[in-house]
């Protein structure tokens, strides 16, 4: 695995994590694991997961 690939992939394990406690909102997860937006969180996460973070921690 490439390195920022395996980076992506810990990014989106700890914000699967973040989002199934509902503890912190889509922004604080963003901007705890990295991302400049929340925008760009949201895209990467929905590309990665097939559904937006919203809709992922809704049903987790």
Do not use: V
């Not at 989106?12 to 604080?28: F, N, V, Y």
Request: without cysteine.
């Amino acid at each position: 695995m490439a390195p920022m690939e395996y980076l992506q992939s810990w990014r989106m394990t700890l914000a699967k994590h973040m989002l199934r406690s509902r503890q912190h909102s889509i922004a604080e997860i963003a901007a705890k694991i990295g991302y400049g937006s929340t925008s760009a969180f949201s895209s990467a996460f929905s590309r990665r997961m097939g559904a937006p973070p919203a809709q992922y921690a809704r049903g987790a």
